[in-house]
């Protein structure tokens, strides 16, 4: 069973910055396709950004390129996502999401479709203000 907890979330100005963390436990993070999520009031969740298996690779949403980025801190067993120049579309409740991943395949399912992933954390909110 793995486990993820987010945290880092908070409220900012635009242009501001934010580093979210998820921890995990129960599994080496490394080892599994870890991906970003949000979910704004009254939108349908959307894939932000996600890494391969051991860091092989990233994927962004286009809305989040240049801004966001995607990494793995193995020290702490955690998936991290750097925000920066926020802005108020950002707002959203952030969740990390965790899909399997085997040796003929990689990583399972799409990057960005959230029924892909089997493992999810309770969310962090992020608040943009303009």
């Known amino acids: 069973q793995v486990q993820l907890v987010e945290s880092g979330g908070g409220s900012v100005q635009a242009g501001g910055s934010l580093r979210l963390s998820c921890v995990g436990s129960?599994?080496?993070?490394?080892?599994?396709?870890m991906g970003w999520f949000r979910q704004a009031s009254g939108k349908e969740r959307e894939g932000v950004a996600a890494?391969?298996?051991?860091?092989?690779?990233?994927y962004y949403a286009d809305s989040v390129k240049g801004r966001f980025t995607i990494s793995q801190d193995n020290a702490k067993n955690a998936v991290i996502l750097q925000m920066n120049s926020l802005k108020p579309d950002d707002t959203a409740m952030y969740y990390c999401?965790?899909?399997?991943?085997?040796?003929?395949?990689?990583?399972?399912?799409?990057?960005?479709?959230?029924?892909?992933?089997?493992?999810w954390g309770q969310g962090t909110q992020v608040t943009v203000s303009s």
């Open positions: 890494i391969g298996r051991a860091g092989s690779s990233t």
């Open positions: 129960g599994a080496t993070l490394s080892s599994r396709c």
């Open positions: 999401a965790s899909r399997p991943f085997s040796l003929f395949r990689g990583c399972q399912g799409v990057w960005d479709r959230g029924d892909d992933y089997n493992y």
